[in-house]
Nanobody, 121 residues
Framework: QVLLVESGGGLVQPGGSLRLSCAAS????????VGWYRQAPGDQREPVAH???????NYADSVKGRFTISRDSAKDTVYLQMNSLKPEDTAVYYC???????????????WGQGTQVTVSS
């Protein structure tokens, strides 16, 4: 069973930066691509950024120009560099397979515990 472990979250002031990491216990990213998702209290989980298995990158409009997704294939690790953070970025961030493999109908891998990002002064 593949496990996903997210890390790197924390409390940061508006305008600050964080770098999230996601490590997978198996080579799922080469099969399904990889995506970052987030869920704020009371909201549904939403996609943030993803890299398809063909290395096509997409971002949600709300994070374009501020977030950068990258992947280290040798380490089965994906990163999310988040700059110019805003209070509305506050959420628990998760990684999983990229769309369409991961959707509201389910994902090929179980969700990890996520990492909390809080943007507040």
């Amino acid at each position: 069973q593949v496990l996903l472990v997210e890390s790197g979250g924390g409390l940061v002031q508006p305008g600050g930066s964080l770098r999230l990491s996601c490590a997978a216990s198996g080579s799922i990213f080469s099969i399904y691509g990889v995506g970052w998702y987030r869920q704020a209290p009371g909201d549904q989980r939403e996609p943030v950024a993803h890299i398809t298995r063909d290395a096509i990158i997409n971002y949600a409009d709300s994070v374009k120009g501020r977030f950068t997704i990258s992947r280290d294939s040798a380490k089965d690790t994906v990163y999310l560099q988040m700059n110019s953070l805003k209070p509305e970025d506050t959420a628990v961030y998760y990684c999983n397979a990229a769309p369409p493999y991961c959707s509201e109908n389910g994902c090929p891998v179980g969700w990890g515990q996520g990492t909390q990002v809080t943007v507040s002064s």
